[in-house]
C-alpha cells in the first residue's frame, strides 16, 4: 500500500511540474460513457480450478447392502478471458493540458461447458449431465490525473492518464446444474452452487489514450490502460446451495472451491489434493471507447 501511495505522489508531481499556468478561462466539464474490454490476469482460476472436476460420495446398494460410493464429474470449463467492461466518467479539466478524471465501471466474465458422467442417485448409478458454469464480476470507483502531450491538427489530442481505482463487490459463483438420463432418475434435475465476495482491493491504473473532437461539445475517444494490483485478493463468505433432498441419498460433494480455516476460500488441484487459500489478481489490459459530452 505504501508503494502504491508513493508511486501516485511522485507521477503526480511529475505532471504537475509539466503542467502549464493557472487559466481559469479552461475550466471545462465533460462526460463520457465508457465500453471496451478488459482481460484480468486469472491464471489460477483458469488453469487450476477450471481444470478441477466436482467429486462427492453418496449412498449406493449392493449385493451385501447399502455403501458408500465416490464419483468424478469431469467437466474442465474455458477461461474467462476477455470480457465487456462499461461505466461512466466525468473530467474536469482545470488547466490548458492537464485534468482531473473520476468514474464508475463494471466488468463480468463467464464461462460454461457441459459433459456426460455417471453418479450414484437414490443409491443406483445413473447417468447425468453436468451443466457447469462459472462468473466472476466486480464494480470500480476510479479517480485521476490527465496530461495531454500532444496535439495533432485542431480538434485531435494524445494523453496519458495514471489512475487510483477501488475495486469492490467481487462476486464469484460456481453453478453445476445435474440433469439425470437414466433409471427411475429420468427426467429429474439438481442444482448445485458455490458462492464466494470479496469486499475491495486497491489498484492503480497507467493509460495512453487518444481524442477526437470533430463538434464544439462532442468527442470520441479510445483508451488503453494497464491495471496494477500492489497485492493479491481472496475471496471469502463462502456459501453453498442445492436442492439435493434426504432420499437422493448424497453424503457430501467436494467442490473445486472448498473453504479454509481461516474463512477464505481455497481450491483444489486437478487431482483432488486440496492446495490452500486461493490468490486471485485482477491485473490486466483494458481498452474502452469513450464518448464524451462538454458542459
Known amino acids: 500500500m505504501r ?8 507521477a503526480f ?15 471545462s466539464w465533460s462526460v463520457s460513457p465508457l465500453l471496451g474490454a478488459h482481460q484480468p490476469a ?43 467492461y462499461a461505466g461512466i466518467e466525468w473530467r474536469w479539466q482545470v488547466l490548458e493540458e492537464w485534468a482531473w478524471y473520476f468514474g464508475l465501471a463494471t466488468w463480468e466474465a463467464a464461462s460454461a461447458a457441459q459433459a456426460v458422467g455417471v453418479m450414484p442417485f437414490q443409491r443406483i448409478d445413473s447417468s447425468v449431465i453436468d ?4 462468473k466472476l464480476s466486480y464494480n470500480e470507483m476510479f479517480v485521476g490525473a490527465e496530461r495531454t502531450i500532444w496535439h495533432w491538427r485542431e480538434r485531435s489530442r494524445f494523453y496519458v492518464r495514471l489512475g487510483l ?11 453445476h446444474v445435474l440433469r439425470f438420463l437414466t433409471g427411475d432418475a429420468q427426467g429429474f434435475s439438481r ?11 486497491l ?14 461539445r462532442f468527442s470520441i475517444g479510445i483508451n488503453g ?20 433432498r434426504d432420499s437422493d441419498g448424497l453424503r457430501q460433494f467436494f467442490s473445486a472451491a472448498p473453504p479454509t480455516r481461516d474463512g477464505r476460500v481455497g481450491y483444489r488441484r486437478p487431482n483432488g489434493d486440496l492446495a490452500g487459500p486461493m490468490p486471485l489478481s485482477l491485473q490486466g489490459w483494458k481498452a474502452f471507447l469513450q464518448f464524451s459530452v462538454y458542459y
Open 3 to 10: 508503494r502504491l501511495c508513493l508511486t501516485v505522489c511522485l
Open 225 to 244: 490502460s494497464y491495471a496494477l494490483g500492489v497485492r493479491k485478493f481472496y475471496l471469502r463468505d463462502r456459501q453453498v446451495t442445492h436442492d439435493f
Open 203 to 216: 489498484m492503480t491504473q497507467f493509460g495512453l489514450g487518444m481524442e477526437w473532437q470533430p463538434l464544439d
Open 191 to 201: 442444482t448445485f452452487i458455490v458462492d464466494a465476495h470479496a469486499s475491495s482491493v
Open 13 to 27: 508531481l511529475f505532471f504537475l511540474r509539466l503542467a502549464p499556468a493557472w487559466s481559469q478561462e479552461e475550466f
Open 165 to 175: 481505482h477501488n475495486v469492490f463487490d467481487i462476486d464469484y459463483q460456481e453453478r
Open 131 to 134: 451443466e457447469r458454469s462459472a
Open 42 to 84: 486469472l491464471t489460477l482460476l483458469n488453469d487450476v480450478v477450471f481444470q478441477t472436476p466436482l467429486t462427492g460420495e453418496a449412498d449406493f446398494n449392493e449385493a451385501g447392502g447399502a455403501t458408500g460410493k465416490e464419483f468424478v464429474l469431469d467437466n474442465p470449463l474455458p477461461p474467462l478471458g476477455t470480457s465487456t
